[in-house]
């Protein structure tokens, strides 16, 4: 592997604490740690096409780069909000040109935000990842499944990233210290950027720089608390994002939603946008309260979550704000039911202290002579025949094991119907045992 030159001191700090080599990387070892799936990617020598997906400031390109330099390859980058087919055009050109070199050398394509090219432009790679003439690599922030070419996405392996721990970003501070980039920092005041910077180690990296300038000009010898939120201001203010101020917050929000406050859920909701919490993370809040607290009483809510979060992705801050707002008030005038939540718990506790029960040889599947031969699937009745499209008396559970009731629906919202609907098939059920 060719020696990777050093940064230059003057060089931006996020650039100056890139990792060198794979053994530098902070965070994602469940893809990256001894005998995990890109770490063999790595060691086996032979570079393959993949999608990174994952949150800002995790890693993605460094692992693009770090590729590059493991294979000995040409790194070539295209951004995809500022790209277009003529770039793609100019890559293909410089890989050929690569290949045909003394040094027949490899090409690692790197694509940023590869969810922003259309149809046709994501096409436009294909050739040439079949062919071999670059290896591809996607970053995308967006689910791959949704935004990213069936064809291209077949032919490219998807690692997910997570956000940094709050161990792996105070690594991140450390270094930045190790190199005497920044200043001593106090250690609420590292608590406090630890928090701010929700996992992202380039939010946390520009702040740092941001602080050493400040505290550099004022000749200050550590950086403090205080002095931190005094320089941040509106970025940091009202409470510790990683505290329990925080917690309080959110619980809050999620009790007033439960409670049915509108009122009192928008103004928590505001709170903490106007405390600096990454509206990402509200987002999946809401996601987790439609599905806990509203779940069957009302399907639409955790549709209008999903929705509100998309939007929020495409139109960022503040716009997609107002569609969070939205989900926000519809979750607290919702029926309310935390029935399927219940359920699916009680289920949980239920395999975990049972045995391995048989399949029933009814239920099982039968697609070739032989399992037909042994009975596989001999007896079952094809609901949709029935009258009713329901086959009464059917049993769907192992032998032996009694009805264990893990959902009960409420009396509230649809799940009324369902409850209504449930206690006809048990009847049915009932009159032909």
Known sequence: MKPVPAPSPHAPLAERLRPRKLAEVIGQQHMLGEGMALRLAFESGQPHSCILWGPPGV????????????FD?????????????????EAVERAEAARRGLTAQRTILFV????????????????????????????????????????????????????????????????AQGI?????????????????????????????????????????????????????????????????QFYDTISA???SVRGSDPDAALYWFVRMLDGGADPRYMARRLIRMASEDIGLADPRALRLALDAAEVYERLGSPEGELALAECVIYLAVAPKSNAVYKAFNEAKAWVKKDGTRPVPMHLRNAPTKL???????????YAHDEEGGFAAGE???????????????????????IADKLRELKIRNDQKN
């Open 59 to 70: 890693g993605k390109t460094t692992i693009a780069r770090l590729m590059a330099d493991a």
């Open 73 to 89: 390859a040409q790194f070539l980058t295209i951004s995809a909000v500022l790209g277009g087919v003529k770039d793609i055009r």
């Open 112 to 175: 940023d935000e590869v969810h922003r090219f259309n149809k046709s432009q994501q096409d436009a790679f294909l050739p040439h990842v079949e062919s071999g003439l670059f290896t591809f690599i996607g970053a995308t922030t967006e689910n791959p499944s949704f935004e990213v070419n069936s064809a291209l996405l077949s032919r490219a392996a998807v690692y997910v990233l997570q956000p940094l721990s709050e161990d792996d970003l105070r690594q991140i501070v450390h270094r």
């Open 180 to 244: 005497d980039a920044v200043p001593v920092i106090e250690a609420a005041a590292t608590d406090r950027l630890i928090a701010y910077a929700d996992g992202d180690a380039r939010r946390l990296l520009n702040t740092l720089e941001t602080l050493a300038v400040a505290a550099g000009s004022e000749k200050l010898a550590e950086i403090t608390d205080a002095w931190l939120l005094k320089v941040l201001g509106e970025r940091m203010r009202r409470y510790d994002k990683g505290g329990e």
């Open 253 to 255: 929000l999620h009790k």
């Open 371 to 381: 399992m037909k031969a042994l009975d596989h699937g001999k007896g079952y009745r």
């Open 395 to 417: 049993r769907y559970l192992p032998e032996g094991m009694a009805e264990p009731d893990f959902y009960r629906p409420v009396d509230r919202g649809l799940e009324a119907r």
